[in-house]
């Protein structure tokens, strides 16, 4: 399986700061990721795919960059609504793992 | 509109069978993956395996092979996730997605979550 690394898993910040997490894969997978946020209690909701490409509706305070084995998910001042939990997925070849999470939640 | 509705919560007892669905609308069933997503409680997102309804591929993730059959009925656009035998530690919620297209990559829309509590 291809293990997908999430760093930091836990984030402190404040209302307008820039956050940055990142996604690392143990093999190169291209540009096959996608970003999610997850709110409490409620199904994920895909923000990022194809490593960079923004998903329709989504802010775009929200952005993905990365190819290959490392990703980042940019939040361009943090906003009340984004503090949640942040799952990176690899689609390149099954299973489609997910990272182990990262929660922003405010300082 | 594109939407997924799960059915609902789930109490049962250890080695009972049990069936959760997925029933998709607003958009053509049989064209697009569907997935299946363990979330444990406090714990993150697990992806066990996904199905083309159109031809019924499926794909297990290994450690939910053998444990967990995907299956689908296309006369009802509906997807669900099987067990034989519930253990304990199968106590979840469950998510259904959909891809975002018709290749089997990343989910698009998702479903409410069907919360499957497995005790004696």
């Known amino acids: 399986d291809i293990q997908v690394t999430q760093s930091p898993s836990f984030l402190s910040a404040s209302v307008g700061d820039r956050v940055t997490i990142t996604c690392r894969a143990s093999?190169?997978?291209?540009?096959?990721l996608a970003w999610y946020q997850q709110k409490s209690q409620k199904a994920p909701k895909l923000l990022i795919y194809a490593a960079s490409t923004l998903q329709s509706g989504v802010p775009v305070r929200f952005s993905g960059s990365g190819s290959g084995t490392e990703f980042t998910l940019t939040i361009s001042g943090l906003q009340p609504e984004d503090f949640a939990t942040y799952y990176c997925q690899q689609v390149k070849t099954y299973p489609f793992t997910f990272g182990q999470g990262t929660k922003v939640e405010i300082k | 509109e594109v939407q997924l509705v799960q059915s609902g919560a789930e109490v049962k007892k250890p080695g009972e069978p049990l069936k959760i669905s997925c029933k998709g609308s607003g958009y053509s069933f049989s064209s697009y993956w569907i997935g299946w997503v363990r979330q444990m409680p406090g714990k993150g997102l697990e992806w066990m395996g996904i199905?083309?309804?159109?031809?019924?591929?499926?794909r297990y993730s290994p450690s939910f092979q053998g444990q967990v059959s995907i299956s689908v009925d296309n006369s009802i656009s509906t997807a669900y996730l099987h067990w034989s035998r519930l253990k304990t530690s199968d106590t979840a919620m469950y998510y259904c997605a959909r891809t975002l297209d018709s290749t089997d990559t990343w989910f698009g829309p998702w479903g409410q979550g069907t919360l499957v509590t497995v005790s004696s």
């Open positions: 199905i083309y309804p159109g031809d019924s591929e499926t």
């Open positions: 093999q190169g997978i291209n540009s096959y």
